[in-house]
């Protein structure tokens, strides 16, 4: 049994419980009004900034030249292709760019943000990996599990589950899956158990983070 297959039991209670957020459950049927979703396609921008550092860090901290080329790959291809992207799909919600770039990170934006570099500045190649495994892992979920209701007739709304549910992102997901359990087999019980906690924080904020746009999340002061 690989680790992901011992993480699945434990994963599928927090993909389950993303796909039953309310917010969710309307993205998936098209229900869902706009106003939160703006909220979080502008803090998606602020957390893909972050990201990609993930990406960079992951890409030093590699120990083949192989890993290497792979993360600076996806780090070259979510700044310049990815926000690119994103900031087109932000235009359809009527959301320029002038507006993005001014977006201030919710405390829940900023709170995973901070949590996922620190964990990979701090944190080994392998503790990197788990605190990135859940946001692919979770978004491919998320988007096979509503595209197999049926997409919704809201446009933007289908191109995110389909981009979500589509090869090319399920082939990423694969890769972070399988780069999980190369990592694990190579580590200690206690390093494998540190893997566990940093998945959970991880998949917990990933919960949050819808959580926090369907509330539009602010600062109290």
């Known amino acids: 049994m690989t680790f992901t297959d011992e993480l699945r ?13 309310p917010m969710v459950r309307r993205l998936g049927d098209g229900t869902l009004e706009e106003a939160p ?5 502008r803090q998606d921008y602020v957390y893909l900034i972050e990201y990609s550092r993930l990406f960079a860090l ?21 700044v310049n292709t990815e926000m690119d992207l994103h900031r087109s799909y932000a235009a359809e919600f009527g959301i320029d760019e002038d507006e993005l770039a001014a977006t201030n990170p919710s405390p829940t934006t900023r709170g995973y943000t ?41 446009e933007q709304y ?10 090319e992102f399920t082939e990423l997901t694969t890769w972070c899956k399988d780069l999980m359990n190369e990592v ?3 580590a200690s019980d206690a390093e494998r158990d540190r893997y566990r906690d940093l ?11 819808w959580d926090a746009a369907w509330e539009r ?5």
């Not at 992951?58 to 979510?78: H, I, P």
């Not at 998945?199 to 983070?209: D, H, I, M, N, V």
Request: hydrophobic content about 50%; charged content about 20%; glycine content about 10%.
């Open 58 to 78: 992951g890409a030093a901290k590699a120990a083949d030249l192989e890993r290497m080329g792979r993360f600076a790959t996806l780090l070259e291809s979510t």
């Open 158 to 167: 289908a191109a995110w589950i389909e981009m979500y549910a589509g090869e």
């Open 114 to 154: 901070d949590f996922l570099v620190r964990t990979a500045s701090h944190g080994t190649f392998g503790d990197l990996v788990a605190a990135l495994l859940p946001c692919m892992w979770g978004f491919n979920e998320t988007g096979t599990r509503l595209a197999a209701r049926g997409v919704p007739e809201h």
């Open 9 to 21: 039991a434990e994963a599928d209670g927090y993909w389950s419980a993303i796909l039953d957020h």
């Open 37 to 41: 979703f703006r909220h979080w396609v």
């Open 199 to 209: 998945f959970a924080t991880s998949a917990q904020y990933e919960y949050l983070f």
């Open 217 to 221: 999340e602010g600062w109290p002061l």
């Open 184 to 186: 694990a087999a190579e």
